[in-house]
């Protein structure tokens, strides 16, 4: 038998506290489950259970995480939409049969309508899966994260995240042009609260009126705009002149390799800090690359719910925006801090905000701490 190096060993070891754990939430629920009987349906002890993972929480995430990563989506039909990209018009329009069960859009924003109709679609389509037998798995996720403000905070600022990630999809085929974030973490509210309620009290609400209320609101007036933030405290981009050389990552929103190298602004961002993402992204210049480079202080606990908000997110834009449409915002979860390092970050904690502005592979300016964002994404340069 072949002899399995420390990594590999490492590797199947959390495989199968992985399985088991899914197992064991799916069939007892999160707060019945227990560590021991992961450990035993593992074929390990505790102490390797928790070599893995810091606590029961943090394995929770991380099952979670797992499914949403390898969901795959559902078929179109009259629950699922088609994917972006399949079937998709040779214009780059929104892919036919896509509006909601309160049929095409009204004139004004068709594209940016059918786009949230196929986006509120693609999210009800899941809710069985979290509801139902084995799907159950799901159901304590918001009681755990309301339960903990070390949790709550993070959670409320990828949902931030979101909004904005959502909203620059929408602002991508809606035909007015103007900021959408508000629609979008409105469409966020309404359907994160139909999950809520799918829980509490199933069968309560038609998830067709819920697509059919999304796909409406792309013709609400809330009277969003973007302000330039004002931020008398924040010192200006300071200039500077340093290689550029960050390691390799993925976009975790796209997939494949993330759009480090290229000119444009990359900001490493904690998880108290992501609302600053957009200040980067409006301030910056045409045709720069942009990429939110996320950072925590608790990688063990937190960054599995990184990855299962932004594999979330993913699935349902994938469902409702062709790929042209998609935010042209690079999305990184630096794990281990290489990329930080990179940037002159040597040490992350939630409320890091440091920006570098690059260009020709070269640090050409830089900022830190509450503004850097902006700082950095409107700095002139060489």
């Not at 450990?39 to 991380?62: D, I, M, Q």
């Not at 690359?289 to 925590?296: G, I, N, P, Y």
Request: hydrophobic share 45%; net charge negative; charged share 25%.
């Amino acid at each position: 038998m072949e002899r399995l190096s420390r990594v590999e060993l490492q590797a199947r070891n959390r495989a199968r506290v992985l399985t088991a754990a899914r197992d064991e939430f799916a069939e007892r629920g999160f707060r019945d489950a227990k560590i021991d009987a992961i450990a035993e349906r593992a074929g390990l002890t505790r102490g390797a259970v928790y070599s893995n993972f810091p606590g029961k929480r943090a394995l929770y995430f991380a099952v979670l995480a797992e499914l949403a990563e390898g969901a795959a989506p559902p078929a179109a039909g009259p629950r699922g939409g088609a994917l972006a990209g399949e079937g998709a018009p040779p214009d780059g329009g929104v892919p036919g049969g896509v509006f909601g069960a309160g049929g095409p859009a009204r004139d004004g924003a068709p594209q940016a309508a059918g786009a949230l109709a196929a986006f509120a679609r693609a999210w009800v389509s899941r809710l069985p899966l979290a509801t139902d037998g084995p799907g159950r798995i799901g159901m304590d996720l918001m009681p755990e994260i309301m339960a903990d403000e070390r949790i709550r905070k993070p959670f409320a600022q990828l949902m931030k995240l979101s909004g904005v990630l959502l909203g620059l999809a929408l602002e991508e085929v809606a035909a007015g042009g103007g900021r959408m974030v508000r629609v979008a973490e409105v469409a966020l509210t309404t359907l994160h609260g139909m999950s809520q309620m799918a829980d509490a009290a199933p069968g309560f609400v038609e998830e067709f009126d819920v697509v059919s209320a999304c796909e409406r609101l792309a013709d609400l007036d809330l009277g969003d705009r973007w302000d330039p933030p004002h931020l008398p405290w924040a010192a200006p981009a300071r200039p500077a002149d340093a290689p550029w050389a960050p390691p390799a990552a993925a976009d975790a929103l796209r997939g494949g390799p993330a759009p480090l190298s290229g000119d444009g602004v990359v900001a490493v961002v904690g998880l108290h800090r992501l609302g600053a993402v957009e200040e980067a992204v409006r301030a910056a210049r045409a045709g720069d690359e942009v990429t939110a480079v996320l950072v925590t202080g608790d990688p063990g606990e937190l960054g599995p719910l990184v990855r299962l908000v932004v594999a979330d997110l993913r699935g349902c834009l994938r469902e409702a925006f062709p790929r042209t449409a998609w935010p042209r915002l690079g999305v990184v979860f630096d794990e281990r801090g290489a990329v930080a390092a990179a940037a002159g970050v040597p040490a992350v904690s939630d409320g890091t905000e440091t920006a570098v502005r690059v260009r020709a592979g070269r640090v050409v300016a830089r900022a830190d701490g509450h503004g850097a964002c902006h700082s950095a994404a409107s700095a002139a340069g060489p």
